[in-house]
């Protein structure tokens, strides 16, 4: 690992001017490529204390072993030397997009005599006209196959016309009117050439006036009764609307334009782009990178757009791009895509209207070849068995994990503290196995704490199984207290497969998921070989501490802290850092998240189920229609707690015995204290009328209105 203090330029040494710098490792490679406004400025910022640095800077920093810079003159001169140098050298610690797939375009050969239409892959050729691109080659087939019966232009190989021409005869598709068969000789090379101009002006979207055309055309040969012409006009236009039909019209204003949206984790990132031309979707493509340098949104836009159209120019870059973040600054890139185009284009974010509500579109198609990605990968059972095998390299474990639990702990600022399980086995998800737990022990925020009561209750009750079962006869007893799991319900549990139990301190607790006639064990009975929890040290120490206090010695623990991705043993003082690309790690970020989405889930349900609480929900046989009622009678809870018995059985469908049940359960209730209005420091005595949700005299106080302005965990 090289000091970058070793390889850092002298004070003065550096320009203070645009520029293009790269870094090399000890074997003159070049890693890293960036620009910069000020190269003194963006390099000063790399050789500062390392410990200042992101993580993925700093392991690039240390890689290096020199840095060199180029002066240009303007900011548009450094994004294309940077373009340019990303694509020579292929940096390591630069982010690069890779295609899902090579996308296929629609492509038209007009640097030929005869332009051929076919489907063409890889890189643009010089003087070929392209659309699309689609996503599936068929699709292409499919639209050729019906535009061809309007403009008959040639698609078949070099090889096939040329032997028609030397036997003078046409292929099929020139017997049934798919072609014009400029082989042997039925339209002239000009003629051929228009045919080609018209239909890649269909596809470019100059549809409307064409078809008016030829419903002119047909009406004049209806009228002079030609009325088999007429008929083939008529099919023409068919065939014509029909392949318009295949893309929908998404803006009415027949807009020219590219909309980009970005789907990201921690370390790997997807982009989708949706090409309108028209106002109709021509176009879809999607990327995907590993991020090897700590990047925003508006640099991955950038990133995008430069390899989107770096080699492109003209009609090929539109007037408008929308992008879900501006790079910065945006002006050189803005500046660069109008020197491309060779007119205005316009980079910006989609604020209302059709273009916002088509961008939502293209972002849920960003976040589903994210997950596409990610299930692929972890689909595959040798990658599987790689991320086990490496996982268990780097813990140091005697076998693989074929079973791992992971637990996260979720509240907002303290309240409803929950917590979650979420099981792999195999690698793969085990939703059947997932537990949810309320910690109820103490009140506040403590996660090191609530984690100790997690592990805990979730192995008591794995010791009172094996003593169930006879499997653990150390003659101790394995005491269930605490073992509740309003705690521990199961995430895809059904009535059948759950049996509510009740321990002695009265909390429920989800029992047998089988039928003792299956012979399979109850809940909890399986126990993992790894333990995850999400957090660093602190977190790691309370679950080993847990297992320890319970006897249980032959489980290991690790855990994985978020913003590092660092892995914690226990008694550790360094953590282990698995490589980025490992699929191990892939593996136990894959467990954490899922761990987290559960926890959060459940803390966010439990948080809107408080938020609607009322003393009404206490009172057995009221039901939410006449709730409803009684509070639209007396305008509020507080003036209901107020009424008589009498009173409240004037309300249609309250009878004495609902009133005098109602009665008592907001006498029991505890009136909070009175509302205050944060904004005047008034006291307000009585509450808005109509108030059907929580109960007005247990108002939400200033700090759990703005509820989401808190952090969740």
């Not at 047998?512 to 070989?529: M, V």
Request: glycine share 8%; with cysteine; aromatic share 6%.
């Amino acid at each position: 690992m090289a000091d970058p203090s070793s390889y850092r330029p002298k004070p003065g040494q550096i320009p203070d001017s645009p520029g293009v710098y790269k870094f090399r490792d000890e074997h003159r490679r070049v890693i890293y490529v960036g620009k910069a406004k000020s190269l003194r400025q963006r390099l000063a910022s790399y050789f500062q204390d390392l410990a200042g640095l992101h993580p993925r800077t700093r392991t690039m920093v240390t890689t290096a072993a020199s840095v060199e810079w180029t002066v240009v003159s303007t900011e548009v001169e450094a994004l294309q030397l940077e373009y340019s140098w990303i694509k020579e050298y292929d940096p390591r610690f630069n982010v690069k997009y890779r295609d899902d797939k090579s996308y296929p375009y629609l492509a038209v050969t007009m640097n030929e005599e005869f332009p051929r239409v076919q489907v063409m892959r890889g890189h643009k050729r010089k003087g070929v006209r392209y659309f699309g691109p689609y996503g599936h080659a068929w699709a292409i087939r499919d639209t050729v196959d019906l535009l061809l019966r309007v403009f008959p232009v040639r698609t078949c190989s070099a090889g096939v016309f040329k032997n028609a021409a030397r036997t003078g005869r046409p292929c099929l598709l020139g017997y049934i009117g798919k072609c014009s068969a400029p082989c042997v000789g039925r339209v002239s090379a000009e003629e051929h050439g228009e045919l080609a101009e018209e239909f890649c002006d269909f596809m470019a979207g100059r549809t409307g006036t064409y078809i008016r055309r030829l419903e002119k055309q047909m009406t004049d040969a209806a009228e002079e009764m030609e009325y088999e012409r007429a008929a083939r006009l008529r099919d023409d236009i068919e065939a014509l609307k029909k392949a318009m039909e295949k893309s929908a019209v998404v803006l009415a204003d027949a807009t020219d334009a590219d909309l980009m949206a970005v789907a990201e984790d921690e370390l790997e990132a997807a982009v989708q782009i949706f090409h309108v031309r028209g106002g109709r979707v021509r176009g879809q493509r999607g990327w995907v990178t590993d991020k090897v340098e700590a990047v925003t949104t508006g640099d991955l836009v950038e990133h995008a757009l430069q390899q989107l159209y770096g080699e492109e120019t003209g009609d090929s870059v539109p007037k408008e791009v929308l992008v879900p973040a501006l790079p910065d600054p945006v002006e050189p890139v803005q500046e660069w895509l109008t020197e491309r185009r060779g007119s205005n284009v316009s980079l910006r974010i989609p604020q209302r209207g059709d273009k916002k509500a088509l961008m939502e579109t293209v972002q849920r198609n960003a976040l589903q070849a994210l997950g596409l990605h990610k299930t692929k990968r972890a689909s595959d059972l040798t990658t599987r068995s790689r991320a086990l095998e490496e996982i268990a390299g780097a813990l140091d474990l005697d076998s693989a994990p074929l079973r791992i639990e992971c637990y996260d702990i979720s509240h907002l600022q303290g309240d409803d503290v929950v917590a979650s399980m979420v099981v792999f086995e195999d690698g793969l998800q085990r939703k059947s196995e997932y537990r949810r737990f309320q910690i109820k022990s103490f009140e506040g925020q403590d996660d090191v704490r609530s984690m100790h009561e997690v592990i805990t209750r979730r192995f008591r009750r794995y010791l009172a199984e094996k003593e169930r079962t006879g499997e653990w006869t150390d003659g101790e007893n394995a005491s269930t207290e605490g073992a509740s799991a309003e705690g521990a319900t199961q995430g895809n549990a059904t009535p059948e497969s759950a049996v509510l139990e009740s321990d002695t301190t009265g909390n429920a607790f989800a029992g047998n998921a089988f039928t003792e006639d299956d012979g399979r064990p109850k809940r909890f009975a399986y126990p993992p070989q790894l333990v995850v929890v999400d957090g660093g040290q602190p977190q790691v120490a309370a679950a080993k501490k847990a297992l320890d206090e319970l006897g249980i010695d032959d489980i290991a623990v690790c855990g994985l802290a978020k913003r590092l991705e660092e892995v914690w043993l226990p008694d550790e003082d360094d953590p282990v850092v698995l490589p980025r690309t490992s699929e191990g790690l892939y593996l136990l970020q894959r467990v954490r998240d899922e761990a987290h989405r559960f926890a959060i889930t459940y803390q966010r349900t439990k948080r809107a189920k408080r938020f609607r609480a009322s003393p009404l929900d206490e009172v057995a046989g009221l039901g939410e229609t006449r709730k409803q009622a009684l509070i639209k009678h007396f305008g509020s809870v507080k003036k209901l707690r107020s009424a008589s018995i009498d009173q409240i059985c004037e309300v249609p469908g309250i009878g004495r015995k609902t009133a005098e049940a109602v009665a008592v359960a907001l006498a029991q209730a505890a009136p909070a204290a009175p509302a205050v209005n944060t904004a005047t420091g008034e006291i307000m005595e009585d509450e808005e009328p109509g108030t059907t949700t929580d109960s007005p005299e247990e108002p939400v106080s200033a700090g759990a209105s703005h509820e989401r302005r808190g952090q969740e965990t």
